[in-house]
């Protein structure tokens, strides 16, 4: 058997495994205006060749054929350099900036990434709409789209106790003069005394601004109606009418004083034998409580809407100091070398909630040593039991070489 260098082995059988793997794949691995030619060892982007060296395309072909994940630097070191990954070597990073450089500066959009404290991505911009978001976003988007709900419905709550509050102060202006009218109907007891009705109801309305009223005798001969003032006919149906009276809300166009207004009618006897009753309706001006109602929901939705940027901003905050603990465990996983497994996490300096994560990452990371130290120990057994014979066989080459006096 021929003398062979074992890394020239490894070497040729890594070689065969490739182009074996490759004939079953794809001959083109595409993503965005990417197109990467494993034959013809050519690489394109937009049309544009772009000329890399046989490290920078491994590379590339590694972040494609696992394009989504992010690929921790000790993968890519073993994968492209066959060699175990080592915090001081910046090789992995000098060749990242090489290829980014060539692949996309000039390009869009950026297909390689760096996620920081884990490694590199390569994904195109439909890849990055399909990440999750963060939690610190989602919770942020919870906590402020919560609080606009409650105070939207507290608004809301607000705003109808308002109306309801004007429409009972109306109702109560109203039913009053419904009284008045009864009262003095029923002292009329001839035609004739209807004319000191009219006047008597016109004394009335002396002082209350907004307020009209309208009667109508047998026959609908309108016997008073406030001048200027104009009442719907559904509200003047007689068949319609109810006891205890319902308020209606109208706004006759074509009016040249064409105010928002709330009636009530009622069928009100006279003292006049045989008459059938009076209809007598009246209506309230409500334009000053439409102006404040609007300007009442203006300010309510400018107020949800600046409690709702405080809000998520304050929930922005309370999210991130709360994940604080979650930077200190990256932070201290980040640290974790071949020549520092003895590294714990401190399980009671974090939440309840990270206690159970953070003791198994401690199980995890005494593993880690347990296993690291055997190999190392194996390593060492290993090179002894090989030192020896080796160290026999040079003495006794030395010793046959050496010349005989």
């Known amino acids: ?23 079953r794949e794809a001959e083109h691995i595409r993503v965005a205006d990417l197109e ?38 000790s993968l890519i070191a073993s994968q492209i350099w066959d060699m175990n990954f080592d915090s ?32 590199y991505v390569l994904e195109d911009d439909a890849g990055m709409r399909r990440r999750r978001k963060s939690i610190t976003a989602r919770l942020t988007l919870l906590f402020a789209a919560i609080s606009t709900m409650v105070l939207l419905a507290l608004g809301l709550l607000i705003g109808n106790a308002v109306e309801q509050h004007f429409v009972e102060q109306d109702m109560e202006q109203m039913t009053g003069k419904l009284d008045l009218a009864g009262h003095l109907l029923e002292k009329v007891q001839t035609p004739a005394d209807l ?9 009335s309305l002396v002082g209350h601004h907004g307020l009209a009223m309208l009667l109508r005798g047998p026959g609908e001969q309108t016997l008073f109606v406030t ?24 706004q006759l166009d074509g009016q040249p004083s064409a105010q928002p ?17 009076v209809l007598v309706a009246v209506a309230i001006d409500i334009t000053h409580h439409e102006h404040f109602m ?23 905050i309370a999210v991130r100091r709360g994940l604080m603990p979650l930077k ?13 497994l003895n590294y714990r996490l401190a399980v009671n300096s974090v939440p309840v909630e990270l206690e159970e994560l953070a003791e198994a990452l401690n199980d995890m990371l005494a593993r880690l040593e347990d296993s690291f130290q055997r190999l190392k120990d194996f390593s060492s057994d290993l090179a002894h039991e090989l030192r020896t014979p080796i160290s026999n066989l040079m003495t006794e080459t030395q010793v046959a070489l050496t010349p005989r006096a």
């Open 1 to 23: 058997m021929k003398p062979f260098a074992f890394a020239e082995l490894l070497a040729r059988v890594r070689t065969l495994l490739r182009r074996t793997g490759r004939s």
């Open 36 to 73: 990467l030619d494993l034959l013809r060892r050519r690489v394109t982007r937009g049309g544009q060749r772009i000329d890399l060296t046989a490290k920078e395309f491994a590379l590339l072909e590694l972040l494609l054929r696992r394009r989504g994940e992010v690929l921790p630097r």
């Open 88 to 119: 001081d070597t910046n090789v992995i990073e000098v060749a990242v900036r090489r290829l980014r450089a060539k692949m996309d500066d000039g390009f869009e959009p950026k297909l390689i990434r760096t996620v920081r404290g884990m490694g």
């Open 195 to 203: 004319n000191a009705l009219v006047a008597q109801l016109n004394d």
């Open 227 to 250: 001048a200027g003032t104009s009442f719907p006919p559904t509200l003047l149906v007689r068949d319609t009418i109810k006891s205890p009276p319902q308020p209606q809300v109208w």
């Open 261 to 277: 207004r709330r009636g009530i009618a009622a069928l009100l006897p006279t003292g006049i034998a045989g008459w059938q009753p």
């Open 294 to 316: 609007a300007s009442f929901k203006r300010t309510l939705w400018l107020f949800v809407a600046i409690a709702a940027v405080l809000a998520g901003f304050l929930g922005w």
């Open 328 to 340: 200190a465990i990256r932070e201290g996983a980040a640290g974790v070398t071949a020549s520092r």
